[in-house]
């Protein structure tokens, strides 16, 4: 069975950092390109950031500069660092497992950030 387990959300004040990690079972995690994506109340899914299993790495413009997409093979984990965060990052933080036809969700993180 597949899981994708997210963690490290938080309330983080404007100008703070956090880590989210996604530890994933049940999968040959090096073939997959893993990748976040969030979901702010009201509005569409959308991607943050990925990364292949070759390590390339792509970002949504409004991440660019801030945001990280890291992963470790030997620990099944892709991690994202933040920094600089801003209100308009509050959303809840979803990791995501892509292989040709292959799609898998993890539940989610909640990020809040706010003074």
């Known amino acids: 069975q597949v899981q994708l387990a997210e963690s490290g959300g938080a309330l983080v004040q404007p100008g703070g950092s956090l880590r989210l990690s996604c530890a994933a079972s049940?999968?040959?995690?090096?073939?997959?390109?893993m990748g976040w994506y969030r979901q702010a109340p009201g509005k569409q899914r959308e991607l943050v950031a990925t990364i292949t299993n070759g390590g390339s790495t792509n970002y949504a413009d409004s991440v660019k500069g801030r945001f990280t997409i890291s992963r470790d093979n030997a620990k099944n984990t892709v991690y994202l660092q933040m920094n600089s965060l801003k209100p308009e990052d509050t959303a809840v933080y979803y990791c995501n497992a892509r292989r040709i036809t292959l799609n898998f969700w993890g539940q989610g993180t909640q990020l809040t950030v706010s003074s």
């Open positions: 049940g999968i040959t995690f090096s073939t997959y390109v």
